[in-house]
């Protein structure tokens, strides 16, 4: 079963105005984290922000923020004022578990982002 | 902190030919990923070690591939004999044991020939 769902393969935003990317999840553990990650045409994977699922208030990071809303299993993230180095693939991951094993990260298929002058 | 560290960057090698990628996580993180990234299956985990010690080695397509943590601060991915539908980028990350934080390096890319 899909844990991780990104329904938006591609996405158009003109430059300096906001844009949500959605990500749905789907786990029975009560603990768990989640990510969200952008890999620019260079290749790197660069962590953007973090959600804890026992957080009571949505993540931000600067220009960033998460809408976390747990009943529904989503994990939206939200860039404000979008710039033209935004552009790029955007991934949603989770992590399971509290436990002592580390716990691996679960990625979904991502977004690309295409910010318009 | 010089992050995660993947050798090489790019590796270009022959069918049947051994490839070892190599991975020097963060010091102090105690959990190592291997993931593998292709345009058809997006990114997927091969292998994760926890305590040096391999957790889940499911994601492992056969047995040509293998990989090692001798120690916390060094861990090898070999594939033996490497195959074209091997091609591919190769990250790696590491993390504590706390749920954030996972770190990638800047990944090694394969190319299979």
């Given at each position: 079963?899909?844990?991780i769902?990104?329904?938006?393969?591609?996405?158009?935003?003109?430059e300096?105005?906001?844009?949500?990317?959605?990500?749905?999840?789907?786990?029975?553990d009560?603990?768990?984290?989640?990510?969200?990650?952008?890999?620019?045409?260079?290749?790197?994977?660069?962590f953007?922000?973090?959600?804890?699922?026992?957080d009571?208030?949505?993540a931000t990071?600067?220009?960033?923020?998460?809408?976390?809303?747990?009943?529904?299993?989503?994990?939206?993230?939200?860039?404000?004022?979008?710039?033209?180095?935004?552009?790029?693939?955007?991934?949603?991951a989770?992590?399971e578990?509290?436990?002592?094993?580390?716990?691996?990260?679960?990625?979904?298929?991502?977004?690309?982002?295409?910010?318009?002058p | 902190?010089?992050?995660?560290?993947?050798?090489?960057?790019?590796?270009?090698?022959?069918?049947?030919?051994?490839?070892?990628?190599?991975?020097?996580?963060?010091?102090g993180?105690?959990?190592?990923?291997?993931?593998r990234?292709?345009?058809?299956r997006?990114?997927?985990?091969?292998?994760?070690?926890?305590?040096n010690?391999?957790?889940?080695?499911?994601?492992?397509?056969?047995?040509?591939?293998?990989?090692?943590?001798?120690n916390?601060?060094?861990?090898?991915?070999?594939?033996?004999?490497?195959?074209?539908?091997?091609?591919?980028?190769?990250?790696?990350?590491?993390?504590?044991?706390?749920?954030?934080?996972?770190?990638f390096?800047?990944g090694?890319?394969?190319?299979?020939?």
């Amino acid at each position: 079963a899909q844990k991780i769902t990104q329904t938006q393969p591609g996405m158009f935003v003109q430059e300096k105005e906001a844009v949500t990317l959605d990500c749905t999840y789907d786990t029975s553990d009560p603990s768990y984290g989640l990510f969200w990650y952008k890999q620019p045409s260079s290749g790197e994977m660069i962590f953007l922000i973090y959600q804890g699922s026992y957080d009571q208030q949505n993540a931000t990071e600067g220009r960033y923020s998460l809408n976390f809303q747990k009943a529904r299993k989503s994990a939206n993230l939200v860039i404000s004022a979008s710039q033209l180095g935004d552009s790029a693939m955007y991934f949603c991951a989770m992590r399971e578990g509290r436990d002592n094993q580390g716990g691996k990260l679960i990625f979904g298929q991502g977004t690309e982002l295409s910010v318009k002058p | 902190d010089a992050g995660v560290i993947q050798s090489p960057r790019h590796e270009v090698t022959e069918m049947g030919q051994e490839v070892t990628l190599r991975c020097k996580p963060i010091s102090g993180h105690n959990s190592l990923f291997w993931y593998r990234q292709t345009m058809m299956r997006g990114l997927e985990l091969l292998i994760y070690f926890n305590n040096n010690v391999p957790i889940d080695d499911s994601g492992m397509p056969e047995d040509r591939f293998s990989a090692k943590m001798p120690n916390a601060s060094f861990s090898t991915l070999k594939i033996q004999p490497s195959e074209p539908r091997d091609s591919a980028v190769y990250f790696c990350a590491s993390s504590p044991q706390e749920l954030e934080g996972y770190t990638f390096g800047s990944g090694t890319r394969l190319t299979v020939v």
